[in-house]
């Protein structure tokens, strides 16, 4: 689905990501992991149009992204939640779900994907005219999952959903991850600080370290090399 071939991403000329290769299979759920600064957060803007230095090539579902403008990424089913979730305050949190909904081919699906939120995140839906600025950082989360989950997403990118929130809030959104395979196939890029978490819900990850991808495999074999679990839980 999703194809990264020798990709640099510079700021201000200064390299952040050097020759990255990469595939990512429909319906897989893969997770970057590795140290701060490694580069994840800037392969995700890439993809979805959001970095302007790059060179190399992505393509999503054979389609080079080159000339791709970020709403049309959007169109193409490319739902990208950034780090920090980004919540519309001054909106509901039902405000918040349909803003989610404007794809054009999810318009016709709100009914449909509400059901799949009231399921994952049964509280959201007992706080639908709240403003999103009243919610806790959890809820927050859990909505700006959901606002994506609205678009009916093909690729859906995650970045450090658990940054900033308790051990019980992260919990639950990662159990509302879990679940999403129920409602039909989603392709799942999940960049992560806590990686025993990123490996128990994604089958593959990948290691960054400094720029460059140091190693790709299945999760569990990851989590099973040692020289790696020091990489990316920071103990080097
Ligand atoms: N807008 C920016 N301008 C300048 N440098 C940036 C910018 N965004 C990221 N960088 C730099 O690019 C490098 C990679 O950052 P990136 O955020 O992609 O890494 P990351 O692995 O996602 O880490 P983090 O978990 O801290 O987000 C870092 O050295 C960072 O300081």
């Not at 600064?37 to 995700?44: D, T, Y």
């Not at 090399?225 to 020091?230: F, H, P, S, V």
């Amino acid at each position: 689905m999703l194809k990264i071939e020798d990709l640099t991403i510079r700021y201000h000329g200064m390299p952040a990501l050097s020759g990255v290769n990469l595939q990512v299979e429909a319906g897989e759920r893969t997770a970057f992991v590795g140290p701060n600064g490694g580069g994840k957060s800037s392969l995700l803007k890439a993809v979805s149009g959001t970095v302007e230095e790059w060179e190399g090539q992505i393509s999503f579902e054979g389609t080079n992204l080159a000339q791709v403008a970020p709403h049309d990424r959007v169109e193409m089913g490319i739902i990208h939640i950034p780090e920090g979730r980004r919540v519309f305050s001054g909106m509901s949190v039902r405000e918040n779900l349909l803003v989610g909904a404007q794809r054009r081919a999810a318009r016709p699906h709100v009914d449909q994907q509400m059901d799949v939120v009231r399921e994952l995140f049964p509280t959201l839906m007992e706080m639908l005219s709240r403003p999103g600025e009243s919610l806790s950082g959890g809820q927050q989360q859990m909505l700006a999952i959901a606002r994506g989950l609205m678009g009916c997403p093909r690729l859906l990118m995650l970045d450090e959903p658990s940054m900033g929130l308790s051990p019980l809030a992260a919990e639950t959104v990662f159990t509302g991850l879990g679940r999403l395979e129920e409602f039909g196939e989603v392709t799942l890029i999940l960049v992560e600080q806590r990686a025993p978490d990123a490996f128990e819900l994604c089958e593959t990850a990948h290691v960054f370290e400094s720029g460059s991808l140091v190693s790709s495999g299945r999760s569990a074999d990851l989590a099973a090399d040692g020289r790696l679990a020091a990489i990316y839980l920071g103990e080097v």
